[in-house]
């Protein structure tokens, strides 16, 4: 970390040998600092649709997702909410969303053919699971209102509660038993629980609700929280999938990462930043790279 200005990638193909590019992207500011950006600008699909499918539980509508993506369908989007999501928003937004235990909104995209084709395999497999109601938009308007809601989620669950939301990523195969157990873990430490979050790749956002007025309640979201995230991880998946680590979960690393492995990665930050000059208290354990950061 002295000045030295580098390039890395570029507007053109990939280039062979290590995915330098890639580590920076990932390092949360701790190799770099980025000053310009290429962008590959992609072309708009010549068309999209979605669907909205109502289910009578969290856990089906889960086994709905996982059984999309086993069929090797790839939606643009699987958006998933559950009942206290549903209620929020709707008295936020009024979307206009059935009152069911749990909803999926799915958008594809392509040809009117390929829209076609997709929204009907994917009706198919919905109907295996004895939805509530199966929605498909039927023009802009209509299309605008399915996404009302969940556009609105994160505003509407403010409005009635302080909350946490997490950002664990697993196996969609695991959405059914991870689900199941957020559920579990509400009734335990007492605190509701709204999931709203990418289903399609298993981006999980946990909102944990609580009431920061409330001596210990703070202290007891965190710890639930604590333990989503280690569920994350116990079924294959990681801390993780899209917000970065940072401070709130490097005490969590040592769940998901072995010694060597943490050793591993710092190394590689030795490498770009041996003074340790950029977020030095960020991503490890403190106990793990105090040594670093004194040095």
Known sequence: MDGTVITLGGPWAEASGLDLLGVVC????????????????????????????????????GACVADIIRA???????????????????????????????????????????????????????MAHDPVEFREAADEDQAKRIWLGRKSAFGAMGQINDYMCLDGTI????????????????????????NVFHAGDGNMHPLILFDANKPGDLEKCEAMGAEILKL???????????????????????????????????RVKDVFDPKWLL????????????ARRAG
């Open 171 to 194: 196996p969609v195969s695991s959405l059914p038993h991870v689900l199941r157990r957020i559920g579990e873990m509400s009734v335990e430490f007492g605190l509701d629980v709204g």
């Open 26 to 61: 990932g390092s949360e500011g701790q190799l770099g600092v980025v000053t310009e950006a290429w962008l590959r600008i992609l072309p708009k699909p010549e068309g999209a649709r979605p669907v909205l499918v109502g289910f009578n539980s969290n856990e089906v509508a």
């Open 72 to 126: 090797g369908l790839l939606p643009v989007a699987i958006e998933f909410m559950d009942r206290p999501c549903i209620r929020a928003t709707e008295a936020f937004a009024k979307a206009g969303y059935p009152d069911c235990e749990a909803l999926l909104i799915i958008e594809v995209e392509g040809s009117e053919a390929e829209i076609s084709e997709q929204l009907a395999r994917i009706r198919q497999i919905a």
């Open 232 to 266: 994350c991880v116990e079924v294959g998946g990681c801390l993780t999938g899209e917000h970065g680590v940072g401070i709130e979960k490097r005490d969590l690393m040592s769940v998901q990462f072995a010694p060597a492995d943490m050793e591993a990665q710092m």
């Open 279 to 290: 977020n030095p208290a960020k991503v490890f354990p403190l106990a793990t790279s105090a």
